[in-house]
């Protein structure tokens, strides 16, 4: 009994030597309290680089091609606009979700086959975070529902329309490498639709 009791004591000791030794971040102990806590993971605002902004002289670039200093259309209290692009932010090694919101004109709602040709869908990818201008008012994309309404430029006319959304596909991608743009206003049109500064 005594030699079970010794090996106890010095096996207690080892233990208590070894958890007070830092320990490789892989190996170290947390407190039951907080081992449970997940991270919080950071809210990134992002597009793909292949999406276009449109420019203030009606012409498009991809979003990766955008610098600080250049000048877009925008949304702003209830017009169309130009705004001052201030800052792009390039966010590498993301492996974040993408989400793909196709988009349907809200006044399309008697198309037969007699109105050819049919408007397409449009499509819009963000990660889950980015904000949006909707009817309602600013909503990301991890919130948004079928049927709620966006807003989107038409180049034609320079007006903007109401478009619907038809159907949304999250997780449809991994991005890596993502883009966004502050503007003067707050706003700016990815593929003509309004979307929003984080």
């Known amino acids: 009994m005594r030699t079970f009791t010794l090996t106890l004591l010095i096996v207690l000791l080892y233990l208590s030597a070894w958890a007070q030794v830092e320990q490789p971040q892989a190996l170290r102990l947390m407190p039951s309290d ?76 008697t198309a037969s086959r007699n109105s050819w040709p049919l408007v397409p869908a449009l499509l819009l990818e963000a990660t889950p975070c980015h904000p949006v201008q909707t009817a309602t008012g ?18 034609a006319t320079g007006a903007v329309s109401a478009w619907k959304v038809g159907l949304i596909q999250a997780n449809a991608g991994k991005l890596d490498t993502g883009y966004t743009l502050i503007t003067d206003t707050g706003s700016y049109l990815v593929e003509n639709v309004v979307v929003l500064d984080k």
């Open 138 to 155: 600013r909503k990301r994309v991890e919130e948004l529902i079928k049927g709620d309404v966006l807003y989107c430029y038409e180049p």
């Open 34 to 109: 907080t081992a449970s806590e997940a991270l919080p993971k950071p809210d990134l605002y992002c597009f793909p680089e292949h999406v276009s902004v449109k420019m203030a002289d009606g012409s498009t670039k991809s979003i990766s091609t955008v610098q600080a200093g250049d000048t877009v259309i925008a949304y702003a209290n209830k017009q169309i606009t130009t705004t001052l692009v201030r800052q792009v932010d390039k966010l590498e090694n993301m492996g974040t979700a993408l989400t793909q919101l196709y988009l349907r004109p809200v006044d399309e709602l």
